[in-house]
């Protein structure tokens, strides 16, 4: 389980890191064409769920790797369920129903890394 733990954590990591911080430094412009929903949401927010995002990458990999607080990357992980629903909505709210797979997968992986966390506690 801790083999899959970490499988399923480093990809949603890297994936967390590289999409949550271009929402967290790039401007609309530059984000525009990758994702179409910033025109809709203040940047402020969109800014908000990038740094949502980062730390929810940090949680799944920092405190099991220290031992510090491990329970924490299960927190992360619920977190980053949280934002792919919150996605989901948005998309549906768009009329882009057809965009939500990312979403799910994402969804998905991250509610599996929440539960093989468990295996911690």
């Known amino acids: 389980m801790d083999i ?9 990591a890297a994936f967390y890191l590289y999409g949550g911080g271009k929402k967290a430094v790039q401007s609309q412009e530059q984000l525009r064409p990758m994702m179409g929903w910033v025109d809709q949401i203040p940047m402020p927010f969109v800014r908000a769920i990038g740094v949502l995002e980062v730390l ?3 949680g799944l990999i920092l405190p099991p790797l220290t031992g510090i607080a491990p329970g924490l990357a299960i927190a992360a992980a619920i977190g980053l369920v949280v934002i792919q629903i919150g996605g989901i909505v948005v998309h549906v709210s ?6 939500i797979g990312l979403n799910i997968a994402l969804l998905v992986a991250a509610a599996a890394a929440a539960w093989l966390g468990t295996t911690w506690l």
Do not use: D, H, N, S
């Not at 899959?4 to 949603?12: G, P, S």
């Not at 768009?94 to 965009?99: C, D, I, S, V």
């Open 4 to 12: 899959a733990y970490w499988i399923v954590a480093a990809l949603l």
């Open 94 to 99: 768009r009329g882009e129903t057809r965009q």
């Open 56 to 58: 929810g990458a940090v």
